[in-house]
């Protein structure tokens, strides 16, 4: 039974004459009509404005009055469906002749006159005439089948069964329709590259998004290999890899369901959400609470709302939200009404949330935050993202003189790490890459000296704002579960 079947049946169920489907899938609707109505022995019938009703019956009906007064003069059982019918709602002819409908239907078992649109504004009159139901997307079976049906027009490409099961997955948030579109796609594209694969199905779910300008899509390019150092963060998503799955799901073992990232900027947070997203191939969608609340896409609270929406719609996603204490620390007393409500829809929805929608939230100053949204329960784990060791540091000097083009190996790069005492990861990254700018406008290859003269020349930010990240630190220590093994200096709690 697909997912059409399971939502109509509690209205076929009970009888219901007049029935309303919200969905824009007119093509995948009328199959599922057509295989229950062969099952029912029940005709099935469409009326568009264009044609008026598909068998004929009742001579000129494309006007909408026309249409239904042949139902009601010869009402009969099966499924008449209207596909045009929502803009002539607001007409009192049209209202009328839908309750008159309802009334000869009511004396004839299994006849349902059933409203396809993908929005319905009901006027007053019929608001309680009519019985509404939202369609779902579809299913991982139907998904499944389209795969089938799709894969018939590509001779000699077949997905792996455990990657048929990925890709279904991946599908999911899309109409039949769309999901028809991508698969040709994927399969033209061929199926040696599955993580290509997988990114064009991602693409195609950007697309979706594009409306709601508030979340963005962010391309799958950082590994976990890309993070140097926070070894306990790794191992945690590793771990926790193949539980966020609907196989998972479906064994009842514990999806995991959210991560809350706090510490010193540059030091790998949003890396780090990154790197969790590619890991599980899934995608990753940046929710942006600035835009949120800028009042560009209606009311702060409505356009959150949206977003959680949409973004369950996609799942399985990550949900990335950035410097979330910003938008959502409510201790301040310059907290607006906006942000109240916005914060208390926040907190239900992370209770309350679907599987395989994971958030990973960023902070970098984490009291800001109450202590309702840190509690167990909305969040698996609160990480605290410290200042990188010698032992990261070497790391994340090894990784970005790769991305640069140098050899690490031919490189001494523990003659690097006492003058890099304090630092970040970002700023180990910005001095390799201005040193590979000087060497390459020296037309030379990039050597130690070139980032030794950057780590001699730069103030890092533990020098500059040495009593903040000392605060930040110092409120971490016991609060906070450490995602390195070591840290540049040892955390002191507050005296």
């Known amino acids: 039974m697909t997912e059409i079947e399971k939502t109509l049946q509690p209205a076929l169920e009970g009888r219901y004459p007049l029935i309303a489907l919200l969905t824009s899938e007119e093509r995948r609707t009328l199959d599922a009509l057509a295989r229950l109505g062969t099952a029912r022995n029940a005709a099935l019938r469409a009326w568009s404005c264009v044609d008026g009703w598909s068998d004929g019956a009742g001579g000129e009906t494309r006007d909408p009055v026309a ?32 309750r008159d409908v309802k009334a000869a239907f009511d004396g004839v078992p299994g006849a349902h006159l059933i409203l ?105 390019s950082i590994s976990l290999d890309a993070v140097g150092g926070l070894e306990v963060l790794r191992e945690w998503a590793l771990k926790r890899k193949d539980l966020f799955s609907k196989a998972a799901m479906d064994a009842r073992l514990p999806v995991p369901r959210g991560v809350l990232i ?42 959150f709302s949206r977003a959680l929406a949409a973004v369950e719609s996609l799942a399985p996603v990550v949900l990335w939200i950035d410097e979330i204490e910003s938008a959502l620390g409510m201790t301040s007393k310059s907290a607006t009404v906006e942000q109240s409500l916005t914060f208390s829809s926040f907190l239900t929805w992370m209770q309350e949330r679907p599987p395989l929608v994971f958030v990973a939230a960023t902070a970098n100053r984490i009291e800001s935050l109450p202590a309702e949204i840190i509690r167990r329960g909305r969040f698996d784990e609160v990480f605290f993202c410290d200042l990188p060791g010698p032992d990261e540091r070497r790391e994340i000097f090894r990784i970005h003189l790769r991305l640069q083009g140098a050899d690490p190996d031919a490189m001494d790069v523990d003659r690097l790490l006492h003058s890099t005492e304090g630092w970040t990861g970002a700023e180990i990254e910005q001095a390799v890459i201005s040193a590979r700018i000087d060497a390459h406008q020296q037309g030379r290859p990039m050597t130690l000296d070139d980032v030794r003269r950057y780590t001699v020349r730069m103030i890092p930010l533990s020098t500059t704002m040495s009593e903040q990240i000392a605060a930040i630190r110092n409120w971490a220590y016991n609060r906070a579960l450490r995602a390195s093994r070591a840290a540049a200096r040892p955390l002191m709690p507050e005296r």
């Open 67 to 98: 249409a239904l007064r042949a139902l009601r003069e010869a009402p009969t059982p099966g499924f008449h469906v209207m596909k045009d019918l929502s803009p002539f709602l607001a007409r009192p002819d049209v209202a009328r002749a839908l």
């Open 116 to 220: 396809l649109a993908p929005a319905l504004d009901l006027p007053e009159s019929l608001a309680k005439e009519i019985f509404m139901l939202e369609l779902p997307l579809p299913g991982p079976e139907e998904l499944r089948a389209a795969m089938a049906r799709v894969a018939e027009r590509y001779p000699g490409i077949a997905p792996s069964e455990s990657f048929a099961s990925t890709l279904a997955l991946a599908l999911r948030g899309l109409t039949l329709d769309e999901a028809e579109h991508v698969l040709h796609a994927v399969f033209a594209g061929g199926l040696s590259d599955e993580d290509g694969a997988l990114e064009r199905v991602f693409a195609a779910k950007q697309a979706l998004l594009r409306k709601e300008g508030f979340l963005r899509y962010i391309p799958r």
């Open 262 to 303: 706090m510490g010193i900027s540059g030091c790998g947070k949003s890396l780090s959400a990154k790197a969790i997203a590619s890991l599980w191939r899934v995608p990753l969608f940046r929710l942006d609470m600035n835009l949120v609340f800028s009042g560009l896409y209606g009311s702060p609270e409505a356009a």
